[in-house]
């Protein structure tokens, strides 16, 4: 797959095998709704999978992005993608890129103590598993957005999201092939 937009646009990065990776129609769609300037903003891509979407922000100018994964094959992945693009060098990361592997719950509940707070947060837990209310609650509950900010859940068709949901409202919601994007910001 390719990085569609910014500094490093054009540029090839690595997908692991086995993932349902956000579509390019998808990440497109992503940074035409929130803007293409994310210039000193922190991003936070939970299940992060292969890193595109955060390396999409990346490339975009985002001071800082912090990617979560838990499965060891994406993580060596997104390292891997990292590494691709210059942002990192032997074990040593740009100060623009975290890389955590953990569950993305607990990384929330971990940032919440540490009184880390993030203005875009992106979702996309593995489909039809209810991770995706889960994670709002979560994030509503650890109070981890900063108060104008945006949070994008990717999802399938058998979730459903209500309009209003755990301390945030829904701004924008679309379908995307099989998959519907869901724009939130904090109520």
């Known amino acids: 797959m390719k990085i569609l937009t910014g500094a490093y646009r054009g540029r090839n990065f690595y997908m692991p ?3 349902r990776p956000t579509q390019n129609m998808t990440r497109k769609a992503i940074f035409d709704l929130i803007g293409h300037d994310l210039s000193g903003l922190t991003v936070l891509d939970l299940y992060a999978g292969s890193g595109a ?3 999409e922000a990346l490339s975009l100018g985002a001071g800082k992005v912090t990617f979560v994964e838990k499965a060891p094959k994406c993580v060596d992945t997104i390292a891997e993608n990292l590494t691709l693009l210059g942002l990192k060098n ?5 100060n623009r ?15 919440g103590v540490k009184k880390r707070s993030f203005h875009i947060v992106f979702l996309d837990p593995p489909y ?11 994030l509503s509950a650890y109070d981890i957005v900063h108060p104008v900010s945006f949070i994008i859940v990717q999802y399938g068709k058998s979730e459903y999201l209500p309009e209003k949901q755990e301390g945030f409202s829904l701004i ?3 379908r995307y092939g099989k ?3 869901a724009i939130f910001q904090k109520k």
């Not at 032997?90 to 740009?94: E, M, P, R, V, Y």
């Open 179 to 181: 998959s519907f994007l």
């Open 53 to 55: 979407v955060g390396l």
């Open 97 to 111: 890129c975290e890389l955590l592997q953990a569950d993305a719950l607990a990384a929330i509940k971990a940032f």
């Open 90 to 94: 032997g074990n040593d990361f740009d």
């Open 128 to 138: 039809d598993r209810g991770l995706v209310k889960k994670t709002l609650k979560t």
């Open 17 to 19: 095998v086995d993932i």
């Open 172 to 174: 924008k919601r679309q």
